[in-house]
Each structure stands twice: as structure tokens, then as C-alpha cells.
T-cell receptor, first 114, second 111 residues
């Protein structure tokens, strides 16, 4: 199993540009989520999905869109990038959303918005 | 509001010098408390899950414990390869699937 994979590893954008961060998992996990990690802020939840076709907002959803058309993939879209979205983005997945389920993280995407 | 606070922010130890990392939490009904290790430039790596006060789990030189208000990650006789940032996160019954993370403790173990 490859686990949770993310592409690209690093991206530079100009303000106003759009892009999609890709996330895929091969563990047949129902629950997937996106976090951003900023210095001094810890990891914060952006959006999550409890299964294909179902998504919901997390703590910091503004400026981001998600969709879940398959169990395996959970892309994160930035519609119009802003410097405040400079961060490291992590995708995570687990079998379910219950407290007994361990969330496994991908290697991250470093995004710089100029 | 659910909250997680980790202390200290940074910790420097000599190889073999045991210590503890603290994770204090406020949550409306704890569903689970998670410890992760994060190496520079990489994603968090799962270490432990604790569910109820009094529970303890061990893995090599690491031991995690849980009370009703805090969790400790005890590191016994650490080695340089234990150097990393250790993250604590909680999941509440009211927030299914959502992890609330602390800011992490960065541990440096010198040979």
C-alpha cells in the first residue's frame, strides 16, 4: 500500500491564480480530510468528507473548495490564491470518523503564494 | 470551546536524559486523544491513541498516559533519532472525525 499520497510536493502561485492539490489513498478509507499547518498555529482542519459524495467544512474553510467523487480521491481547490494561503497542506484518511479510528497523514504539499 | 495546549514548546535533552511532554486539553466529551510524531518536511506519523483516564500505552522508549485533563508523553533514555516534533490531538464526541491539534513540542536529543 502506498498509503496517503499528495501532489505536488511544492508549488509557487501568484495571487489570484487557481490550483488543485491532489490527495489519494489506497486503503479504502471512508473518511478523508485536509489540514493546513502554519508556524505557531498547529494543524487546522479545512474540509472533510465522511464518504464519496459527502463533504463538510472544518475550522478554516474560506477560500477552499472540495469534492469527493470517489472513495480514493479528495482534491482541494484554491479558486483565487491569496498570500494568507501560504502554508503546508496535509491530507489525512481513516477507516471511519469515530474516535477509535486512526487518521493517517500524507507527506504534505508546501504552497507559497506571492 | 475545545482546546489543546502542549508544553514546553521546545525541549533539549542529552542522550539518555529522560523527560516528559505535556498535553493539556479542554473538550466537551473526549472521544480519543492522539499522539503523532512529525519529522521536518514530513507528515505526522501516528504513535498512540488513548481513550479513557488511567490508560497507558508504550512503544519502545515512549510511554503515553492520560488523565481527565491532560496527557503525558514520557521519553525514557532518549536517543538522537527521537528528535522530532511531537503533536497531540483530541477528538470530541461533538466533532466526529475532527481532530483538534496542539501546537506541538519540538524535541532535540543531543548525543
Amino acid at each position: 500500500n502506498a498509503g496517503v499520497t499528495q501532489t505536488p510536493k511544492f508549488q509557487v502561485l501568484k495571487t489570484g491564480q487557481s490550483m488543485t492539490l491532489q490527495c489519494a489513498q489506497d486503503m479504502n478509507h471512508e473518511y478523508m480530510s485536509w489540514y493546513r499547518q502554519d508556524p505557531g498555529m498547529g494543524l487546522r482542519l479545512i474540509h472533510y468528507s465522511v464518504g464519496a459524495g459527502i463533504t463538510d467544512q472544518g475550522e478554516v474553510p474560506n477560500g477552499y473548495n472540495v469534492s469527493r467523487s470517489t472513495t480514493e480521491d479528495f482534491p482541494l481547490r484554491l479558486l483565487s490564491a491569496a498570500p494568507s494561503q501560504t502554508s503546508v497542506y496535509f491530507c489525512a484518511s481513516s477507516r471511519g470518523a469515530g474516535g477509535q479510528e486512526t487518521q493517517y497523514f500524507g507527506p504534505g504539499t508546501r504552497l507559497l503564494v506571492l | 470551546e475545545d482546546q489543546v495546549t502542549q508544553s514546553p514548546e521546545a525541549l533539549r535533552l542529552q542522550e539518555g536524559e529522560s523527560s516528559s511532554l505535556n498535553c493539556s486539553y479542554t473538550v466537551s466529551g473526549l472521544r480519543g486523544l492522539f499522539w503523532y510524531r512529525q519529522d521536518p518536511g514530513k507528515g505526522p506519523e501516528f504513535l498512540f491513541t488513548l481513550y479513557s483516564a488511567g490508560e497507558e500505552k508504550e512503544k519502545e522508549r515512549l510511554k503515553a498516559t492520560l488523565t481527565k485533563k491532560e496527557s503525558f508523553l514520557h521519553i525514557t533514555a532518549p536517543k538522537p533519532e527521537d528528535s522530532a516534533t511531537y503533536l497531540c490531538a483530541v477528538q470530541a464526541y461533538s466533532n466526529t472525525g475532527k481532530l483538534i491539534f496542539g501546537q506541538g513540542t519540538t524535541l532535540q536529543v543531543k548525543p
